[in-house]
């Protein structure tokens, strides 16, 4: 028998949603889900008509902004050619995407794995790695997310890897500085450090012993879009290829034209061994992950056992899109107009920073931002901690994130800092409304430290 579903009203979607289903990352009372009915460029709108700018592109994720036709289009034709056929097929889609991501993939990454999201394509990585160089271990940072699935979540620095622990631990990771030139967690500075970090991970890997890989996220993202300096990324691959370990670049939320570069390796000239990625490669219209690796890497499975697989690798009905995605960022140029308003949107917040105190620093590159809060500039002591956000205190970034929605502005707000990364296809109009709210509402910050 079917059961008849009526309309629910806004309240009543919410309201169901709350009560049977999990709200990820947070103390479930704290979760009052807005229902979202539309989407179109760069706004999405809720039950009540009202229209969101969407500053942070969802999840980062959304890169050629919501509803476009091309992507929608594929996405039917896929629905309508081969909605599914088992991984061990080759299909029109899974070839002209191999052959599409050659173009415009780092040079010398040549072979694919497709699974469905960022922290699958890192489970791939990590297992690759290791069958490859046949050691264990693999040494990520602390500033880090990788997903939260077993492997993923173990590899990830930030305290969402904590209510795992200990269970999950022994899985060989562990941990090195991460590379924070506003707040160095070895108190150097650049550039007289001489990037000590990235010595320090050398000393790790001579003291460790069985290290498969080292796990970096070029431009960190969720944890605040720290930006290496220049000599960072080739004297991590100088490192990597001395101590035979590999070097696996996690571009899930860099990659794709956020950093105004294809993937953010590009701007240091580095190919690393495993590069994964997921979000903008669909624009997240269907979910999608890829692992790729060298020819080297490849070759070595020719003779080994592949150990590894899912029902839903290569699906047909992710590949489609990803190809018209592809078509479209390139037709739209929007990896060079990622590079172009960067510089646009990076003044803009900078002139924010100008005015308000609570503000110690803004960084990014691209159309790919962070403003960090403080409670103090010269001590550099964030307005609200890690352990603050995991005992569920309420947070001044979500305070000030909330009075922008109410001025119809969604930005991604994580523990003492802002992530902004609009859909590429953003105009400066639509930069300047978001920077004027975040404006107004960082009155909220000043106060909270008393200015
Ligand atoms: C750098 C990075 N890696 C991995 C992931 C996990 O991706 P997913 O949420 O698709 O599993 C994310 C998600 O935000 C990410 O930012």
């Given amino acids: ?21 999990y709200g990820t990352w947070k103390f479930q009372k704290s979760w009052t889900p807005l229902h979202i009915v539309d989407a179109e460029g760069c706004h999405f709108i809720d039950g ?23 992507v929608i289009e594929a996405i039917a034709e896929q629905a309508r050619t081969l909605p599914y056929i088992a991984p061990g097929y080759a299909t029109d889609v899974r070839a ?23 922290t699958e394509a890192n489970e ?12 264990t271990k693999i040494i990520a940072r602390y500033r880090s997310y990788h997903g939260s699935t077993a492997g993923s979540v173990a590899a990830t620095g930030d305290p969402r890897r904590w209510a795992m622990e200990p269970a999950w631990k022994g899985n060989g990771v562990i941990f090195s500085p991460e590379v924070n030139c506003y707040d160095c967690p070895i108190k150097h500075t650049y550039p007289g450090c001489g990037i000590a970090c990235a010595d320090y991970l050398e000393h790790m890997i001579e003291n460790e012993s069985d290290v498969a ?10 944890n605040g879009v720290l930006v290496p300096p220049p000599e960072y990324f080739p004297r991590l691959r100088e490192i990597c290829d ?64 592949f150990a590894h697989g899912h029902t839903y690798e290569a699906h047909p009905m992710t590949l489609g899109p990803a190809i018209a995605a592809i078509h479209e960022m390139q037709r739209l140029k929007l990896v060079e107009r990622s590079a172009e308003l960067g510089p646009y949107l990076g003044e803009k917040l900078r002139d924010l920073a100008a005015r308000h105190p609570s503000i110690g620093d803004v960084r990014g590159l691209g159309l790919f931002w962070a403003v960090e809060l403080v409670k103090d500039r010269n001590t550099k002591q964030p307005l609200n901690t890690y352990a603050e956000k995991i005992e569920g205190k309420p947070l001044v970034v979500d305070q000030v994130a909330g009075a922008m929605m109410k001025e119809g502005v969604s930005i991604q707000a994580w523990v003492s800092h802002f992530v902004i990364a609009p859909p ?15 404006d107004r509402a960082l009155e909220i910050a000043d106060k909270s430290i008393g200015s």
């Fill in 1 to 21: 028998m079917v059961t008849s579903i009526s309309p629910l009203t806004s309240k009543e979607v919410s309201d169901t949603t709350r009560r049977l289903n």
């Fill in 48 to 70: 009540t008509g009202k229209r969101y700018l969407d500053f942070s592109a969802q999840l980062m994720c959304v890169n050629l902004g919501h509803k476009n036709a091309a």
């Fill in 96 to 118: 002209n995407l191999s052959r599409l991501l050659l173009d415009v993939l780092p040079q010398g990454l040549e072979k694919f794995f497709f699974s469905t999201s960022g």
């Fill in 124 to 135: 791939a990585a990590f297992k690759i790695a290791r069958m490859y160089t046949g050691k």
């Fill in 213 to 222: 890989a080292v796990l970096v996220e070029p431009v960190v993202g969720t």
């Fill in 242 to 305: 001395r101590r035979n370990a590999l070097l696996i670049a996690d571009e899930v939320m860099s990659g794709w034209g956020r950093t105004g570069k294809w993937f953010a390796t590009e701007h240091w000239n580095v190919t690393p061994d495993i590069l994964v990625t997921a979000k903008g490669i669909t624009s997240a219209y269907v979910p999608l992950g890829l692992t790729a690796t060298t020819r080297k890497i490849a070759d070595f499975f020719e003779d080994h056992l």
């Fill in 424 to 438: 590429l296809i953003i105009e400066k109009s639509e930069i300047d409304f978001g920077v004027a709210a975040l």
